[in-house]
């Protein structure tokens, strides 16, 4: 079993940025991916970044270039930066953990909206 609890969501104007924070815990061990994921009402979940153990980045198209990744190893953390927030930003984000055994977890969610 494998523990993700998201943190750092909330209310944010057009253009502010937030970090959201993904602490994992449990059987953790050998190569594994976390991700970061986001779904608006209505529309599918969908990637906003991903980072491997061994330091590997992937950017989902919709925030390229206003977000970063990363991941603390010791600390058992993963970061998503996000800056110049837009409206269609808005939604739940959930933090993803995927290993080289197959397994998948996911984190409660936590939600970011950004309003004027």
């Known amino acids: 079993q494998v523990q993700l609890v998201e943190s750092g969501g909330g209310l944010v104007q057009p253009g502010g940025s937030l970090t959201l924070t993904c602490a994992f815990s449990?059987?953790?061990?050998?190569?594994?991916?976390m991700g970061w994921y986001r779904q608006a009402p209505g529309k599918q979940r969908r990637l906003v970044a991903a980072?491997?153990?061994?330091?590997?980045?992937n950017y989902g198209e919709s925030v390229s270039g206003r977000v970063a990744i990363s991941m603390i190893d010791d600390q058992n953390a993963v970061y998503l930066e996000m800056n110049s927030l837009k409206p269609e930003d808005t939604a739940v984000y959930y933090c993803?953990?995927?290993?080289?055994?197959?397994?998948?977890?996911w984190g409660q969610g936590t939600q970011i909206t950004v309003s004027s």
């Open positions: 993803n953990y995927k290993d080289e055994l197959g397994d998948e977890y």
């Open positions: 980072v491997s153990r061994a330091g590997a980045k």
């Open positions: 449990g059987d953790i061990f050998g190569f594994f991916v």
